[in-house]
Structures are given as structure tokens and as C-alpha cells.
């Protein structure tokens, strides 16, 4: 028996736990102080009414022996898919039904899709970055080459002659970043990857962020993504479904490589390793799209880019470098004073009892920067933001 060698190479994640311990070594210190959390990645507000109610109704029916539902399309309830359609046709962007798989949040997708390719290929992989992407090739034993983010490219990098690789991620609006690539720079990647038979893996799980009517929300809004690209999204951070977990990918037809669809392949994947999401989460996840769930949604939505406004205005204020924010639930500054990320970090818990999130746990590149999410109470977020400009002022 041999093990999977590659884990050993997974490098020991230390971000959250370190900011734990120090949380509540400071909490234990400084009983009387009210710490404010600005590093949540998660969600705070809960399930809007729609989706209870069609979750509530869906509950109903698995209780009567007439609308019960047993297994389901592995591909997901043609209900929803049709739903995710409809939404990208809004967005003028064309789909068929069997290019949807409904999956149980991004996460497992972009972890999993992984499977139908082959570990000798090359994979590009921006830095800073989502850590998912990076740790799930090393447990494959793939070669990892980063493209580096940065201020001098607003940590939106692009190609050039000398990028080579097979499978590039993209992640627009960015985790950590915030940042979002325009329609002229996603073509930039379009064209590369068309041009050398790439693939794009396109995480959109913060597409509904994005304010900026000019700004893409699908990669498939560039012409020629749906022959090189797969895209993954989530009702996680759209919706308030981190804990409820469904999302889609999307892998067109006209995506082929080697005279193979790569739809083709998902599908058989899909249908051996994978049982579907829950009708009840389906049923949810469809209420996102009417008309009155929809508007619920956005409302939520609203208030997490309030937040991210207030920071934002802050730091314009003290005169800090940073992306995102606009179009985007996460803020991501440089450190004021040169300070590395983790002194910044103790800095903003012992001075102002904030917390965020040091920048250098996404990768290389991030040292020196720091991430702040929008996620939280508005109360606590103009708190936060007044105790930091009394200290940077
Ligand atoms: N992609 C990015 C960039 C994320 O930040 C996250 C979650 O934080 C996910 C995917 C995972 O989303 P899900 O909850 O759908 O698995």
C-alpha cells in the first residue's frame, strides 16, 4: 500500500488558526474590549424569504408519497439548470441545458474537475490566490507555475509571450483581491488560451458583486471563452448559501480538446462519483432567480458593498493603497508604513481591536498587503473604521 505522496507536500495552513489563537489570547488580555471581525469570509445575513419559502414548500413535498423525490439527475434538476440558463441569457449569454452541472458549491468543482485532466499538464496560477486552486494540484503532483500580482498590475495579471502553461485559474471578481478583469483584459486571456489549446478554469463566485455594467460577469461574454473555458459559480456568497451549499459549472459543448468535449467527460464523472444536491437546496437555489428572489438577493448584496463603501472611503481617506471593494465584498490594502502583513495585523488588534485577514496567507505576493471583507454588520464596520483613522490619522 502505497499513500498519496503529494499531501506531504501540502504546506501546513497556519493563516486561520494563528488568527484565532491571537484573537483570543488578546480577547483573554483585554475582557472589556469589543473586538470587530473585518476578516469573515463567510456570510452573516441569513436565507432570504423567497428561497425559505420554496425550501419550506420543497420539505412539504418530499412528505407526501405523490411529489417525493428519491435519487435525482446527477446533473442536477432540469428546473434549475433551465434557471441558470435563463439568468445567463440575461447576460447574453447563450446555454444549453446540458452544458449545466448543478453542484454542491464551487469549492468540490474546482477541486474535483481536476479528474479529467491530465496530471502532466502545466497549470498557471495567479499570486496571491484563493489557496484551493494551488493545494488540490500539489495533492495531484501537478507543476505549478504563479503569474505574480501586484500593484503594478492592480493584481490583475495577464499573459505574455513567454506564459506557458495548460490549465490557467482565473478568479474575477478576485479572492483575496477584489479585483475584476475588464472585458479587453479577459479577451487578453482568451486569446492566449485559444491560441495554445489552453483551458480557463473561471471561478465567478463573486460575479453578482459586480456594479460596473461595462465589467464581465461571465467569461463566456468574451467571444471564443465557451471554446476554451469552464466557469464555476456559487449561490454562496450571491445568496447566503455557505452553509445550505449548491452552485453550478459551466462546461460548453464547444469546449473539445484532442477531439474529446470536455462536457462529455464532466458528465461521466458526475454520473460515477456524484449523487446530486438536495431537491429541497435545488428548489432554493431556483427561488434565487425569480423575480422577487432576485431582488432580495441584491438587497443583500447592497448592504455588503455598503460596507465595503465605508472601507473603501476610509482608506481614500488615510491615503491607503487598495483594490477592490467596489465591485467586490473584499478590500485589499497596503499595509500603511511598510508594515508586513503580520505586523499589520497586530497593529489593527492591539491598537483597534479589528481584525482582518494578513495577505500574505494567500501567497508570495500577498506580504505587505492585508484583505478586509464586507461580510459583517454595518454598526461594527463604521465602528471599525473610526477606530482605525483615530490611530492612522
Ligand atoms: N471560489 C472562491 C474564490 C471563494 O472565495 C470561495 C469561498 O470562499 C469559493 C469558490 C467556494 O464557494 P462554495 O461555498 O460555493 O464552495
Redesign the pocket.
Known sequence: MKINHNYLNLKESYLFSLIAKKVNDYKQQNPEKNVIRLGI?DVTLPLVPAVLGAMHNAVSEMGSPHTFKGYGEEQGYSFLRQAVCDYYARKGVMLDKSEVFISD????D?GNILDIFDADNTVIIPDPV?P?YVDTNIMAGRKIIFINGSVENNFLPLPDEKTKGDIVYI?SP??PTGAVYTKEQLKIWVDWALERQAVILF?S??EAYIRDENLPTSVYQIPGAEKCAIE?C????TAG??GT?C?YTVIPQALVRTNVPLNKLWLRRQTTKFNGVPYIVQRGAEAVFTEIGFLQVKEQIRYYLENACIMADTLNELGIWFTGGKNSPYIWLKCPNNMSSWEFFDFLLNRCSVVGTPGAGFGDNGEGFFRLTAFGNKGNVVEAMERIRKVLI
Open positions: 469570509g458549491g464551487a469549492k468540490s474546482l484563493y484551493v478568479c478576485n479572492n471561478d463566485a463573486y464555476f456559487s449561490f454562496s456568497k448559501f455557505t451549499r452552485g
